[in-house]
């Protein structure tokens, strides 16, 4: 016997299912370059005297977290969220791997 998994569609209308997309999307693209940062540009940087890495990645990374913070205040503003949602969200952009953690455990909150 299969166990289907809840989902957010009967609980969210399509506009905040749509946000809560966009939040998905854009913490994954941060997530991944801050990843990139600190695993390989910095690396590169300080370990083998190529600098040109950081140059790219870090503005890329710089813009996607700006973006990320932007998409999170608007998703909070169109999604009942929970109170600590919004710095938490915050907080995990700040993290490596913070914006994964972030995003399973609102989409867990979501669901109840």
């Known amino acids: ?3 289907a998994r ?3 569609q009967p609980t969210l209308t399509k506009g905040q299912h749509a946000a809560l997309k966009n939040l998905t999307i854009t913490g994954y693209l941060e997530g991944t370059s801050f990843l990139l940062l600190l695993g390989i540009a910095m690396p ?3 370990m083998f005297d190529i600098p040109e890495a950081v140059g790219y990645v870090g503005p890329v990374h710089g813009i996607l977290f700006v973006a990320y913070v932007v998409v ?3 998703t909070a503003s169109r999604i009942k969220m929970p109170l600590w949602a919004l710095p938490a969200g915050v907080l995990g952009s700040f993290l490596p791997f913070g914006p994964f953690v972030f995003d399973y455990f609102l989409k867990k909150r979501l669901r109840k």
Do not use: A, D
């Open 72 to 74: 999170l205040v608007i």
């Open 1 to 3: 016997m299969s166990q």
């Open 44 to 46: 590169l940087k300080y």
């Open 6 to 8: 809840p989902s957010l």
